[in-house]
């Protein structure tokens, strides 16, 4: 099992760039969450999807922020335009079901992000 | 609502020494309980967890008992090394049905040889 991918694991940007994380769950899992995690702020939930659909993004800072699940495997958070407050650790992790066994998140290696 | 608090960090440990880290939370209806572990530069790691009144989670050494009674998951190690070393976070579930973890602040582990 490949666990839960994420690309790239650093990103190096400008201001007002645009920046696309990309995340993919481990295969049979309908639940995709993503997290952001700083210093000042830990560990913030942005938003999840349950299959392909996103059913809170309450967590999501600003309008800059928007996510898309357009299938199964694959996910993306993207930042339009950047700002240096965004500089953080974005984690993806996905969820098999929602029974007692089925709660726990496994959690991506992270991309850590770097706005300038 | 649900929410979990855990000790502040950071804790710094001699190796070999005995590792207590509180875990305390409030939730709606009957939560499970999480540790995770965060080591330097990687994502959390399901450390252990429990899913009901007075089950033991336990993993690598490190156990936590589902206290109901005191709604607290404490994590306990008899002798820590210095590849325990990283950010230990609580977290709960709420129950069946319920779709998003709850987690701590985190609590920093240094352990120095």
């Known amino acids: 099992d490949a666990g839960v991918i994420q690309s790239p694991r650093h990103e190096v940007t400008e201001m007002g760039q645009e920046v696309t994380l990309r995340c993919k769950p481990i295969?049979?899992?309908?639940?995709l969450f993503w997290y952001r995690q700083t210093m000042m702020r830990g560990l913030e939930l942005l938003i999840y999807f349950n299959n392909n659909v996103p059913i809170d993004d309450s967590g999501m800072p600003e309008d800059r922020f928007s996510a898309k699940m357009p299938n199964a495997s694959f996910s993306t958070l993207k930042i339009q335009p950047s700002e240096p407050r965004d500089s953080a650790v974005y984690f993806c992790?996905?969820?098999?079901?929602?029974?007692?066994?089925?709660?726990?998140?496994?959690f991506g290696p992270g991309t850590r992000l770097l706005v300038l | 609502g649900n929410s979990v608090t855990q000790m502040e960090g950071p804790v710094t440990l001699s190796e070999e020494a005995f590792l207590t880290i509180n875990c305390t939370y409030t939730a709606t209806g009957y939560p499970s309980l999480f540790w995770y572990v965060q080591y330097p530069g990687e994502g959390l790691q399901l450390l252990l967890k429990?899913?009901?009144?007075?089950d033991k989670g336990s993993n690598k050494g490190f156990e936590a008992t589902y206290r109901k009674e005191t709604t607290s998951f404490h994590l306990e190690k008899g002798s820590v090394q210095v590849s325990d070393s990283a950010v230990y976070f609580c977290?709960?579930?709420?129950?069946?049905?319920?779709?998003?973890?709850?987690f701590g602040t985190g609590t920093r582990l240094t352990v120095i040889p």
């Open positions: 429990a899913t009901k009144a007075d």
């Open positions: 977290a709960l579930s709420a129950g069946s049905g319920a779709n998003n973890l709850f």
């Open positions: 992790a996905s969820r098999q079901g929602t029974g007692r066994n089925q709660e726990t998140q496994y």
């Open positions: 295969s049979g899992h309908d639940y």
